[in-house]
């Protein structure tokens, strides 16, 4: 069973690019998140989604995008890549609302340089 | 206020020895406290939770203490061990908003860096 799934694993762009950071899961889970992690701050939530069609901001959503055209996959998406979004990007997934495990891939490392 | 402080940012240490890590949180609506666990290069994974109907929960070497009146919450790791070392997040679940579900967000603390010796 492979989880959460993201790609991909490091990148670098340059300040200007743009990307699409790719996730995926096999637990036919509803709800997805993405957060990005940096040194000292803990997890911040950027989006999440409740299902296919159906996504929302979280705490610091400025600068990304996100789409949900299907249960399995929830890209993120950064236009104009700055400095200030160099982190460490996770998704996760749960099933059910309120009391569930999240479950997290492993991570995609950005650099903005 | 939505914010979750952990404290402390790290901790050493020695193997066999006690690990304790506290957080505190604001909002009184909170009703969900897990801790999750994260090792270098790894996505975190849950360890433990808690609701705020009891006041402990253990699972092996690893307990949950809550204190509602306080709103503080904390993980004692006992008998340490160096495969614990790993970086440690607390989180809660924020309160339901207008349509009845929190939808499964967590706010999480700024995590501890747990280093056990040898």
Same mark, same amino acid.
């Given at each position: 069973?492979?989880?959460?799934?993201?790609?991909?694993?490091?990148?670098?762009?340059?300040?200007?690019?743009?990307?699409?950071?790719?996730?995926?899961?096999?637990?036919?889970?509803?709800?997805?998140?993405?957060?990005?992690?940096?040194?000292?701050?803990?997890?911040?939530?950027?989006?999440?989604?409740?299902? @296919?069609?159906?996504?929302?901001?979280?705490?610091?959503?400025?600068?990304?995008?996100?789409?949900?055209?299907?249960?399995?996959?929830?890209?993120?998406?950064?236009?104009?890549?700055?400095?200030?979004?160099?982190?460490?990007?996770?998704? @996760?997934?749960?099933?059910?609302?309120?009391?569930?495990?999240?479950?997290?891939?492993?991570?995609?490392?950005?650099?903005?340089? | 206020?939505?914010?979750?402080?952990?404290?402390p940012q790290s901790l050493i240490v020695?193997?066999? *020895?006690?690990s304790i890590i506290?957080?505190?949180?604001?909002?009184? @609506?909170?009703?969900?406290?897990?801790?999750?666990q994260q090792?270098?290069?790894?996505?975190?994974?849950?360890?433990?939770?808690?609701?705020?109907?009891?006041?402990?929960?253990?699972? *092996?070497?690893?307990?949950?203490?809550?204190?509602?009146?306080?709103?503080?919450?904390?993980l004692?790791i006992?008998?340490s061990q160096p495969?614990d070392s790993a970086t440690y997040?607390?989180?809660?679940?924020?309160?339901? *908003?207008?349509?009845?579900?929190?939808?499964?967000?967590?706010?999480?603390?700024?995590g501890t860096i747990l280093t056990v010796h040898?």
């Amino acid at each position: 069973n492979a989880g959460v799934t993201q790609t991909p694993k490091f990148r670098i762009l340059k300040i200007g690019q743009s990307m699409t950071l790719q996730c995926t899961q096999d637990m036919n889970h509803n709800y997805m998140y993405w957060y990005r992690q940096d040194p000292g701050m803990g997890l911040k939530l950027i989006y999440y989604s409740v299902g @296919a069609g159906i996504t929302d901001k979280g705490e610091v959503p400025n600068g990304y995008n996100v789409s949900r055209s299907t249960t399995e996959d929830f890209p993120l998406r950064l236009e104009l890549a700055a400095p200030s979004q160099t982190s460490v990007y996770f998704c @996760a997934s749960s099933y059910l609302q309120g009391y569930a495990e999240a479950f997290f891939g492993q991570g995609t490392r950005l650099t903005v340089v | 206020q939505q914010q979750v402080k952990q404290s402390p940012q790290s901790l050493i240490v020695q193997k066999g *020895g006690i690990s304790i890590i506290n957080c505190a949180y604001e909002n009184t @609506a909170f009703d969900y406290f897990p801790w999750y666990q994260q090792f270098p290069g790894k996505g975190p994974a849950l360890l433990i939770a808690i609701r705020p109907d009891v006041s402990e929960k253990k699972e *092996g070497r690893f307990t949950i203490s809550f204190n509602k009146s306080a709103k503080q919450f904390s993980l004692h790791i006992m008998d340490s061990q160096p495969g614990d070392s790993a970086t440690y997040f607390c989180a809660a679940n924020p309160p339901s *908003g207008a349509g009845g579900t929190s939808y499964g967000k967590l706010t999480f603390g700024q995590g501890t860096i747990l280093t056990v010796h040898p």
